[in-house]
């Protein structure tokens, strides 16, 4: 059965960084994508980042581009996201998800529906 723990997030002033990580057991490290998401209350799911399967390739929305760094660590097996100049509008509920596939269609996935496993999400709360 796979377990996802997630951790970090908490409250930054907007410019700050912060970041938020989790950890996936019940499945082979490197045999999965992680991604990043987050959302706010009535809103969909919104995809970030994603990062391959041994880390050599990955993928960011343009809204968080330059800002936002998707990382492994291939020692604590914890995938990462560090986030820098936040902004408030970043306030939201951090997710990672891990799936199979790095390439959904030619394109990096990054619909919910590409990924099987979910963390709990964690609250990122940006102040002004």
């Known amino acids: 059965q796979v377990q996802v723990a997630e951790s970090g997030g908490g409250l930054v002033q907007a410019g700050g960084s912060l970041r938020v990580s989790c950890v996936f057991s019940?499945?082979?490290?490197?045999?999965?994508?992680v991604a990043w998401f987050r959302q706010t209350p009535g809103m969909e799911r919104e995809f970030l980042a994603a990062i391959s399967f041994l880390g050599d390739d990955t993928h960011y929305v343009d809204s968080v581009k330059d800002r936002f760094t998707i990382a492994r660590d291939n020692v604590q097996h914890k995938h990462i996201l560090r986030m820098n100049r936040v902004k408030p509008e970043a306030t939201a509920v951090y997710y990672c998800a891990a799936g199979p596939y790095y390439y959904c269609s030619g394109v990096v996935c990054s619909a919910t529906t590409d990924y099987a496993y979910w963390g709990q999400g964690t609250q990122v709360t940006v102040s002004s």
């Open positions: 019940g499945i082979t490290w490197g045999d999965y994508a």
